[in-house]
């Protein structure tokens, strides 16, 4: 059952542009439902959704760390994130070529489920803000504030971003985006940015 109160809205930007679209589809695979014993690493939270999250971002040491910036596709930490230094061939998925086994990038349907299956609450954690994605398992996923970066500075530092593997056109993809609104809820924003800016990344675990 989806956590109206949580979250206010999930906002598509890409429809106003008359050239992208996304399909979302909500029959998601329900873990609680799976008898089986599935193997998970040690990082992989199980949230029981369709598929397991990782408990920091590519790159983070511990969960409270942005970790490293990427470029979608780029598998590169560069010092500066702009178009000359950019090509839109670029398209491998980053937690797959980065951490490899059954890690990879999350598509629009999981960030959708995990958005609508979780509690979604703007937290505090040793001082480090975020947003914390509370499972009806008892089991928790903290992103912490990153924004993204554009040459060599950071644009929007109070908002958690991750990549999602999904490209809009040929110049931009699909990123997760959540803000701190009024009322302590969270907006939630599933939104088109162009593909040569740096945004962390989020590996979830396919069973």
């Known amino acids: 059952m989806k956590n109206v109160a949580n ?19 909500d029959d998601c695979y329900d873990r609680d439902d799976c008898d089986e014993e599935l193997y998970l690493p040690d990082a992989a939270v199980d ?4 598929v397991a999250w990782a408990s920091s971002n590519v790159g983070a ?32 998925d980053i937690a797959s070529s980065k951490l490899g086994g059954n890690w990879r990038m999350p598509t629009v349907e999981e960030v959708y489920e ?23 398992n008892g089991n928790s996923i903290f992103l912490p504030k990153t ?3 554009e040459s060599q500075d950071i644009f ?21 985006a959540l803000k701190n609104s009024e009322d302590d ?3 939630v924003l599933i939104k088109s ?4 800016v740096g945004i962390p990344i989020r590996a979830v675990w396919a069973y």
């Open 114 to 136: 995990l958005v609508d299956r979780c509690k979604v609450v703007w937290v505090s954690k040793e001082d480090v803000e975020g947003v914390e994605f509370r499972s009806g």
């Open 147 to 149: 924004g993204y970066k």
């Open 193 to 196: 940015r162009e593909r040569y």
């Open 156 to 176: 929007a530092e109070d908002i958690p971003m991750i990549w999602i593997y999904a490209t809009c056109n040929a110049t931009d993809a699909y990123s997760l």
């Open 185 to 187: 809820k969270v907006e």
């Open 61 to 92: 040491e511990d969960l409270l760390e942005s970790g490293d910036y990427f470029a979608w596709g780029d598998t590169v930490v560069k010092e500066e994130y702009v178009k000359a230094n950019y090509s839109n061939r670029y398209n491998k």
């Open 47 to 50: 949230l029981g959704l369709s």
């Open 7 to 25: 979250y206010l809205i999930i906002l598509i930007t890409p429809f106003l542009m008359g050239s992208c679209f996304v399909l979302i589809h």
